[in-house]
C-alpha cells in the first residue's frame, strides 16, 4: 500500500505530468511533420528531381537475391528481399524531416526567449518607474511632547 502512495505521488508530480504531455504532444506532432514531409515537400523535391517518389531513390549495391521475382525498380521490396542497397531517397526524406521539425523547434525557443526577454525589461522598466517609498516627515516637537504627558498621565495611579 505504501508503494502505490509513493507511485501515485510520483506520477502526480508536476514534471512527470509535463513530461507525458510533451511526449503525446511531440508523437502527434511527429505525425503531422511526417505527413507534411511525405505529401507535401518531397513530392514537390521529388518532380523537380524527375520523379514523383523519392522515398524509392536508391543504388543497388550487389545482387538481387535469386529466389526475388518483384521489380527491380521497388525499393521497399527489394530492401525486404535482402538486397544490398544504399536508399538515398529515404535518407533525404528523414533529412528533411529533420530539419523541418530542428527549424519549429527553433522558431518556438527564439519565440519564448524574446518573450522572456520582453517580460524582463518591461518588469526592470516598471521597477524604475516606480515611486521611491519617501520616508515620513519627523513629528513635531510640540505633538511628541503632548504623547509623552498623555502618556505619563495614564501611567499615573488614580486617586
Known amino acids: 500500500m505504501a508503494m502505490l502512495k509513493e507511485f501515485r505521488a510520483f506520477i502526480m508530480r508536476g514534471n512527470v505530468l509535463d513530461l507525458a504531455v510533451a511526449v503525446i504532444i511531440g508523437a502527434a506532432f511527429g505525425r503531422i511533420v511526417t505527413s507534411l514531409t511525405d505529401d507535401v515537400i518531397m513530392p514537390i523535391i521529388g518532380r523537380i528531381f524527375g520523379g514523383l517518389d523519392f522515398s524509392s531513390y536508391f543504388w543497388r549495391m550487389g545482387p538481387v537475391p535469386a529466389n526475388y521475382t518483384g ?22 526524406t528523414q533529412l528533411v524531416n529533420f530539419l523541418i521539425v530542428a527549424a519549429i523547434i527553433f522558431l518556438l525557443i527564439r519565440a519564448v526567449n524574446r518573450a522572456s526577454a520582453l517580460i524582463e525589461r518591461e518588469a526592470a522598466r516598471l521597477m524604475k518607474e516606480a515611486p521611491t517609498p519617501v520616508a515620513p516627515e519627523p513629528e513635531p516637537v510640540e505633538i511628541a511632547l503632548l504623547r509623552e504627558i498623555r502618556d505619563e498621565l495614564k501611567a499615573r495611579p488614580r486617586s
Open 71 to 92: 521489380s527491380l525498380s521497388d525499393y521497399a521490396a527489394l530492401k525486404k528481399a535482402g538486397a544490398p542497397l544504399l536508399g538515398y531517397g529515404a535518407f533525404a
